[in-house]
């Protein structure tokens, strides 16, 4: 067997061990994001995953729910953003350095 395949097959090898803890190690971490002075407070895991949603009571207005949902949506969706770049910086370290003929890492 040609020697750098074999070097390939276990840069590959380590790289989806890696992963595979990274993505592990994101599913306990999480994120926070707030809308409308902390009135709505939205927790998401690095894995992506809604943990807890936070809603002071003063935000409930029977007459303007258009206004709790939109802050839910801002706050929710800052969160997965938060998420998101929380998990390509940490998964994106692991793919950085490799050498591997024909991927673009």
Known sequence: MNPNYQKMMKQVQKMQ???????????????EASAGGGMVTVQVTGAIELKGIKIDPAAVDPEDVEMLEDMIMAATNEALRSAQELANKKLGGITSGLNIPGLPF
């Open 17 to 31: 061990a890696d992963m595979a803890k990274m993505q592990e190690d994101l599913a306990n971490e999480t994120v």
